[in-house]
């Protein structure tokens, strides 16, 4: 490639003047600083209320619970709890009411899966607020433990041998913490804190031969009405931990605990908390479920800000595929609307004139015939538009490839990674790198065509020569670089 110096297009006086004053007009207000915040900003249930007669069909999901009760909400955040809205099932009847108690003292609520996925939303002073979710079938006839009664409504149902006349219907509900920071081990770590909080109240009301002194003794505190305020206790606590610093290690004693262990969790040194924590969240699934081939044409198309749709019906891996581009499109910003997981009722987003990249459960009636489409449920792939190929192919696919493998490798048959092992992290860690290297290496003269004015010491203006870097750049990589 021929060398160029920087030689401005227009007089830099005049682009740097420009600059200051776009700034001016369109820059970000008031103070920018992000505040410290708490380790979660608020605690929400959401699902379908007490009492009240639903159809089998789709219900609106409803407000159950919020913890601090004056938090603001954002607009729209329940129907991302349950973008599809909630269905209710009945629950088959026994004279032993077996089917009951398994529902609501069976242990398998503690498990990581398809049941537990994260959602994004931008407050309006463009903070990134995280949606840490568990979605978690119980009976309409029972609130938890920690839910106010509201008026008009019976009080808690524990009989300890249920009415034979009783109709127990059925719907999943949503635990969801909602915090600035994407600690997701740790905060996954509290919703199951929750619910074993949860399991105990249900064990001692339903099999009532058993007692708390019958579970591990990390919990403080052992009576009857003891679950309503130590659920509420444990999440203040946890909320008004100090958040850790960069490196700085944290316990929380889980209450319940199988080993009376306390969890710690250690934010990442080098800010990029958010990647890492997508690298161990994302990256495993979307290699389970993309090749390589469906991967490179998805990730080119986010690079040339294309619109971009990804359909599955499991929410966990909907929303690992989608967020794994923050990670992977390293060092770049995906500057355009990412959503996991679209609410069913906010379709006509998809019609809007900017691109995206958007997670639907399903397909929807029309998709607009520009939209890139990575459709799961059926196992089809709709790319309107052939892209540019990667330049230097050849030498990612050498670092790439055995990684690729190695990861691949790590799978079981028929079991989805929907919990990251070291191994898998360290890998999907090294895979993010070699992609940030690689895209870094088309831009590693960057520097030399940008021109700075110092005139204003304390409010400095540079200006990227474009023209001037394209025209540095071999032919075969001008396409892909513009």
Request: net charge neutral; with cysteine; glycine share 4%.
């Amino acid at each position: 490639a021929k060398s160029h110096s920087p030689v401005p297009e227009e007089d830099p006086a005049h682009l740097t003047d420009q600059e200051r004053l776009s700034r001016m007009l369109h820059g970000a207000k008031g103070n920018m600083k992000a505040p410290e915040g708490m380790l979660y900003e608020y605690f929400l249930v959401v699902g379908l209320r007490q009492k009240k007669i639903y159809t089998d069909a789709v219900n609106e999901p409803e407000l159950l619970f919020k913890h601090p009760p004056d938090a603001p909400l954002l607009p729209k955040i329940i129907d991302f709890c349950f973008p599809d809205g909630v269905k209710t099932r009945r629950l088959q009847k026994t004279n032993s009411f077996s089917s009951l108690y398994s529902l609501v003292c069976s242990p398998t609520q503690f498990t990581h899966s398809s049941n537990s996925f994260i959602f994004m939303l931008t407050t309006d002073t463009k903070d990134v607020l995280y949606g840490i979710c568990v979605k978690k079938e119980e009976s309409l006839e029972h609130y938890p433990s920690f839910i106010p009664e509201e008026d008009g409504e019976e009080s808690h149902i524990s009989p300890a041998i249920p009415s034979r006349k009783m109709q127990f219907v059925v719907a999943p509900r949503v635990y969801c913490l909602v915090s600035r920071y994407p600690f997701f081990p740790l905060h996954f770590d509290i919703l199951y804190g929750v619910f074993a909080m949860e399991h105990v109240n249900n064990v001692s009301t339903y099999l009532p031969g058993l007692r708390a002194d019958d579970f591990p003794q990390s919990s403080p505190e052992k009576n009857s009405k003891m679950e309503i305020p130590q659920v509420l206790t444990f999440l203040e606590k946890f909320r008004k931990t100090p958040v850790p610093s960069p490196g700085q290690s944290i316990e929380i004693q889980l209450p319940y605990s199988t080993n009376n262990k306390p969890v710690e969790f250690t934010r990442p040194f080098d800010g990029g908390e958010e990647e890492e924590a997508l690298c161990d969240w994302c990256i495993p699934i979307l290699f389970y479920f993309l090749s390589k081939q469906e991967f490179y044409r998805l990730f080119l198309a986010c690079l040339f800000e294309k619109k971009i749709v990804v359909i599955c019906s499991d929410v966990r891996v909907l929303s690992s595929i989608v967020l794994s581009f923050i990670p992977m499109l390293r060092p770049f910003l995906y500057q355009s609307v990412i959503i996991p997981i679209l609410p069913r009722a906010l379709d006509s987003l998809l019609d809007a004139p900017f691109s995206y990249l958007i997670g639907l459960t399903q397909k929807p009636v029309a998709v607009p015939s520009d939209v890139f489409v990575c459709n799961l449920n059926e196992k089809t792939g709709r790319f309107p538009q052939q892209l540019p190929e990667f330049p230097r192919l050849n030498q990612l696919e050498a670092e790439f490839k055995k990684l690729h493998k190695e990861l691949k490798s790590t799978y079981k048959e028929g079991e989805i990674p929907y919990v990251t092992s070291s191994k898998q992290f360290r890998l999907s860690k090294q895979i993010s790198s070699v992609f940030e290297n690689h895209l870094e290496s088309y831009f590693k003269t960057f520097r030399n065509y940008c021109i700075r004015d110092l005139s204003v010491m304390n409010k400095p203006i540079t200006i990227f020569m474009k023209e001037s870097f394209l025209d540095s750049q071999p032919k075969s990589e001008q396409v892909f670089s513009t």
